[in-house]
């Protein structure tokens, strides 16, 4: 176990009963389901007191990046409005980070920033994209340097020219499948953090499961599905039936 995440187990707030989960939608190379998704929460046909949007919403995005953002500018633009409406709190994944200029009213952490602890109902709970743990020293290097800002306005002049073959590959990447000895992996995972957490709530491996203490959020872009918390657990909901009804999702 980690001395800091000894140290900072303390929940810092509170995750409400009704709020919304969305992870790993890819958008927009896999489905337009999380600009539909910010849709209904503008027209008022979803009702949630938080929104956590738990990395990988977006299929690259990062700060400096100016014709990345012309790709997503359309939900990029409705996130921005709606954050001036409500409490949205983001967690950086590995295809979208460095966001702090691009959402300034958004509760951004990023990857050194997570775990977040939090409280829901009368569990705490430790939140992360998923990509923090177990993933080796090698991809921890390449996150590093990967999410250093300074270093990635240097190559502004070449936003375009650098950006076109990593999309293309991005774009036609398979994304979804299942997981070989997933409860392996999460075993591994759960033991960096406290036995005090009561749910450890991940996305970044598309799988839609709880495996005791561990959830592993679904995949919008995959299982079409979303989280919502009800009677302090998180529960997965399909897309369409949370943007087809009127009103609260509870």
């Not at 409406?85 to 009213?105: A, Q, S």
């Not at 705490?124 to 923090?132: C, E, I, K, P, Q």
Request: aromatic content about 10%; proline content about 4%.
């Amino acid at each position: 176990m980690d001395d800091e995440l000894k140290k900072s187990v303390e929940p810092s707030s509170i995750i409400k009963e009704g709020s919304l989960f969305v992870a790993d939608a890819h958008y927009p190379h896999h489905g337009d389901g999380f600009l539909r998704l910010l849709s209904a929460l503008e027209e008022g046909r979803i009702e949630t007191p938080q929104l956590f949007l738990m990395g990988d919403i977006f299929d690259l995005l990062f700060g400096c990046g100016e014709y990345i953002r012309s790709f997503s500018a359309e939900a990029i633009a409705s996130l921005q409005r709606l954050s001036r409406r409500m409490e949205i709190h983001y967690l950086e994944g590995n295809h979208d980070f460095c966001l702090k200029d691009i959402f300034p009213n958004i509760k951004i952490y990023s990857r050194r920033e997570q775990p977040v602890f939090m409280r829901m109902g009368e569990k705490r709970v430790a939140l992360a994209h998923g990509d923090l743990y177990d993933a080796g020293w090698g991809y921890g290097l390449y996150s590093f340097l990967l999410r250093q800002c300074g270093f990635l306005c240097l190559f502004r002049r070449w936003d375009r020219s650098l950006s076109e073959p990593h999309l293309k590959r991005l774009r036609d990447k398979k994304i979804c499948r299942d997981f070989s000895d997933f409860e392996a992996k999460v075993e591994r995972i759960s033991a960096h953090y406290p036995g005090a957490i009561d749910r450890i709530i991940e996305g970044h491996f598309h799988q839609g499961r709880q495996i005791g203490r561990y959830v592993s959020l679904p995949s919008l872009a995959c299982q079409g599905e979303v989280g919502v918390v009800r009677k302090g657990e998180i529960c997965f909901v399909p897309l369409e039936k949370v943007i087809g009804k009127k009103g609260d999702i509870l």
